[in-house]
């Protein structure tokens, strides 16, 4: 349903937005670790403190009605970056296959250059939709999980099971708010929103 982006407060200094600077922050660390023989695990287990916070400063903004425009850009930007570091850093690794990561990075930056482009020259954004934040959710989930497994560590079978099975309904979910927001920017567009 097309809809414009709700207001948010001007506020940067908040809690929610410092936790979503401290994703961003930790994303070189998680990166380094698992790119790093003999570090592997560290790595995945900090992407995974990474991924396990990607709702938290989300609740935390509505709950303490500390929603603000730069956390709306903030929060998905931090989300985005993380799974692509991540990736990057598996695919390097040779423990998650490429045409696997090709699906997530693609469709990234088509919204990535389609979505930046809109909010700098239109102004149009839109509100980002629970299906894309359980498919990045997923993804977070299953990237690692499939790298664990080729890396063999503990429970490696179920931790490839695991890992495939999220990442399959992630990836689907993954395109489907894909269309979504094409369809909310378009309306959105269409009526003027921005």
């Known amino acids: 349903m097309a809809r414009a982006p709700s207001k948010g407060s001007s506020a940067i200094l908040t809690l929610p937005n410092a936790i979503s600077f401290a994703r961003i922050l930790l994303i070189p660390v998680f990166t380094g670790l698992i790119i790093n023989r003999g570090t592997e695990l560290a ?28 956390g709306k850009i903030l929060d998905p930007t931090a989300d985005r970056l993380a799974v692509a570091a991540g990736l990057v850093a598996v695919l390097i690794r040779g423990v998650f296959p490429l045409w696997a990561a090709l699906l997530i990075l693609v469709r990234d930056a088509a919204v990535l250059i389609v979505g930046t482009a809109l909010m700098l020259t239109r102004r149009v954004r839109v509100d980002v939709r629970f299906v894309g934040k359980s ?60």
């Open 43 to 70: 790595g995945l287990l900090v992407f995974g403190a990474v991924a396990s916070t990607d709702w938290v400063d989300g609740v935390i903004a509505r709950r303490t009605g500390s929603v603000t425009e730069l």
């Open 135 to 194: 498919a990045t959710f997923g993804l977070m989930l299953g990237v690692p999980l499939v790298a664990w497994g080729n890396l063999g560590f503990a429970f490696e079978h179920a931790a490839l099971a695991l890992g495939w099975t999220c990442y399959a309904v992630a990836i689907v979910e993954y395109y489907v708010a894909a269309a979504l927001y094409a369809g909310d920017l378009r309306r959105a567009l269409s009526s003027g929103v921005g």
